[in-house]
């Protein structure tokens, strides 16, 4: 046998086979557990088990390795044979160990590669890197290892200060250029005689992406505008966001261990309490409007939502509500109610009233004519003259109620209330039962006011009718009307009643009386102590409201069994001008000839004859097409022509431009119930000489023939 000596082999010689650098390197991510991925079943196993088996062939390895060593150092001769023999051993367990490396690697759902110091370029990749990158295993090898990083720089320079990182996080490009994330493990190696770095990758993209999705979750539920609670299974609060803070006024640390039950409100029974919780404790989700108490006390409406929040058992372990306060909206969406039912009204107002102001035209009419054909010494004319009175009311009525659909101010002109009262009391005798006594003291020329009359007829009638409501069993109803002067230095009747001079009405009863707690709601609106279908409430707060518009001040006094006293303040003008009463003037007759157009046969029919008594040649038509053939037949035959304004066909607006455009100097009096078309600037504008709203009088309409004809 042939023996071996120093000269012959060393070390380096016998280790430069190829994957000599496999026997004394262990990758990071198999010395230690703690960096294995979370593996279960029998892969894992399976892994563990290929790994020791590993680890143990590469100690056996080294053994031998040391006895070579050994033999080496100490010139111990051998032959040829054992020489061939110990080399052959040692590449056969290094390829073993290479390929089971290869498959450790290759099977495991771990990317690694393998890259080059001197240039970066990648001269291994597992198929794990391959997915991760979006290329093929072999696509990879020859490509630079830090291109597929966002801050490659930052990679590079930690990896030239340090050698090696371990759970360095990343951001990744894929082949399709989406990003990946991951964290990275890099340790120095030598492979194939070339210093290189191994690098193991864990994917950590879903859970980023998690974590950035619950962290949008977060940041939305702490920037929300809504107010969210999260309680226990009990309702006690456990977190609450910045927005309930400033919606309920509570801070974090005083309402978190606090139960649900302190915001809520008297304004729900019990039974809507339980059916919520009952809701809520079956896992269902609760969904309503809810009224609940802030901290200061004060009460505000919310949309809300509660819903169960379960664990991965399925376990309800809390409850989320998210609420919204629509007390504003709440509000605004009672007031627009409020509007769309006052706009209702308005337009049924308004549809009404043009057929009631031609009833009303009629009994003007009629009422006139008839004074025309009776003695002057007849004592029917005075009950003609309370017609017109009432007929007057009546108009103004209308007048008012489309005022205040449209929210518009009503005229005032200088008023002596006396008139009023005497009127109201006409009306209000047959009404008031017998056992009911009267009583008025009122000055005969008291000071005046400036008022719009049929609202101080309103005022003066809901006073006295609730007067007589308090006394059902008979009394005393009382009313006066006197001057009255505050003074500065005297103590004020009303706590907002300012020094001056005044008109005071005072309308009381001998009933039963008020107690305080009634007195302080007394001018509520819908405030009533009566019973069902007995009354809305409204009248004494309308009362209220007339008497502020007016500048004036209204108070109460009453006490249980000893009646009550309502006492109105009314600011008092001086050098007013004397107001119209409701005397009628003389008709102003003429003989002019006048073309008369009114959809309504019996209105047609009353002016023709209320006219033709006062001296007018008169021609009436019911049709609109009609009166047009009649006026163009004979333009020259007319004088004057009076035009009502809502007819079929043609209204008075469109038969006014056909007679203008055949006649133009030829005077129109246009006349309307109610129109939304047409008002009196319009008919100026257009050329026609006067608008006159119905109803009117007859001396008005007869004045108004006068002026124009007289003026033409």
Not at 77 to 100: F, G, M, T, V
Not at 487 to 516: F, R
Request: charged share 25%.
């Amino acid at each position: 046998m042939k023996k071996v000596g120093k000269s012959q082999f060393s070390l380096e010689k016998i280790l430069s086979c190829q994957g000599n650098s496999i026997l004394t390197w262990k990758p990071p991510f198999l010395t230690s557990r703690a960096e294995l991925m979370p593996y279960t079943g029998s892969s894992k196993d399976a892994l563990l088990s290929e790994t020791a088996k590993l680890r143990q062939e590469t100690a056996e390895l080294k053994r031998e390795k040391s006895d070579l060593e050994l033999l080496i150092e100490t010139n111990i001769e051998h032959s040829d044979y054992l020489e061939e023999d110990l080399l052959n051993k040692i590449e056969s367990a290094i390829r073993e160990s290479e390929r089971r490396f290869r498959l450790i690697s290759e099977t495991i759902p771990v990317p690694i590669t393998v890259s080059q110091v001197s240039d970066d370029i990648i001269v291994y990749a597992n198929g794990s890197a391959g997915s991760l990158f979006g290329f093929p295993a072999h696509v990879l090898v020859g490509r630079r290892f830090t291109d597929f990083y966002e801050d490659r720089e930052a990679l590079q320079d930690r990896l030239a200060r340090q050698g090696q990182v371990s759970n360095y996080e990343v951001k990744g490009k894929r082949a399709d250029r989406t990003h990946f994330f991951a964290a990275l493990f890099v340790q120095p190696l030598t492979f194939n005689n070339v210093p290189c770095r191994l690098t193991a990758l864990h994917d950590m993209t879903d859970r980023k992406l998690a974590e950035e999705e619950r962290m949008r979750l977060a940041t939305a539920v702490e920037q929300g505008a809504e107010s969210i609670i999260i309680t226990d299974r009990k309702g006690n609060v456990e977190y609450v966001n910045p927005a309930f803070e400033q919606t309920f006024s509570y801070t974090r640390e005083e309402i978190i261990g606090c139960n649900f039950r302190i915001f809520r409100s008297d304004k729900h029974d019990d039974a809507f309490y339980h059916t919520m919780w009952r809701t809520i404790i079956s896992g269902r989700v609760w969904m309503g409007n809810i009224i609940n108490r802030k901290k200061d006390g004060t009460l505000c409406e919310f949309e809300t939502t509660i819903s169960p929040i379960r664990d991965a058992s399925g376990e309800i372990i809390n409850f989320v509500s998210v609420n919204r306060d629509v007390t504003h909206e709440v509000r605004m969406e009672k007031q627009l109610r409020q509007a769309q039912k006052m706009e209702a009204i308005g337009t049924l107002a308004a549809g009404i009233s043009h057929d009631f102001n031609n009833i009303l035209t009629a009994v003007f009419g009629n009422v006139h004519l008839t004074k025309m054909k009776l003695d002057p010494d007849s004592p029917i004319l005075s009950n003609l003259d309370n017609i017109l009175v009432a007929a007057n009311r009546a108009k103004d009525l209308v007048m008012q109620v489309l005022t205040f659909c449209r929210q518009t101010e009503r005229e005032k002109k200088p008023l002596q209330i006396n008139f009023i009262i005497k009127e109201a009391l006409n009306l209000l005798r047959p009404c008031i039962p017998a056992t009911i006594e009267i009583r008025q003291h009122v000055r005969e020329r008291p000071g005046m006011v400036m008022a719009d009359p049929t609202q101080i007829h309103q005022v003066l009638m809901n006073l006295c009718t609730n007067a007589a409501n308090a006394m059902r069993e008979g009394g005393t109803l009382n009313i006066i009307l006197e001057n009255a002067t505050i003074d500065s230095d005297q103590e004020d009747p009303l706590p907002n009643l300012k020094p001056g001079k005044y008109v005071k009405l005072s309308v009381s009863d001998s009933g039963q009386g008020m107690p305080p707690e009634v007195m302080e709601r007394i001018f509520d609106p819908f405030f009533t102590t009566k019973g069902p279908g007995e009354g809305t409430g409204m009248g004494l707060a309308v009362v209220h409201g007339i008497v502020r518009s007016h500048g004036g001040e209204i108070g109460v006094e009453s006490e249980p069994g000893k009646g009550s006293r309502f006492f109105v303040y009314l600011p008092r003008i001086t050098d007013a001008e004397k107001e119209d009463d409701f005397d009628m003037p003389e008709l102003l007759p003429g003989n002019e000839r006048i073309l008369f157009v009114d959809d309504e046969p019996d209105l047609s029919q009353l002016f023709e004859e209320t006219l033709t008594e006062l001296g007018y040649d008169v021609v009436s038509e019911t049709s609109s097409l009609r009166a047009l053939d009649v006026f163009r037949s004979h333009p020259d035959r007319f004088d004057l022509v009076i035009t009502d304004q809502t007819m079929p066909n043609l209204t008075g607006e469109e038969i006014s431009r056909e007679l203008m455009q055949i006649r133009p100097d030829i005077p129109i009096i246009l006349c309307t119930g109610y129109s939304d078309r047409m008002n009196e600037e319009k008919a100026k504008k257009m050329g026609i000489r006067s608008f006159l709203m119905k109803p009117f009088a007859m001396d008005k309409m007869a004045l108004c023939i006068r002026q124009i004809l007289d003026k033409s």
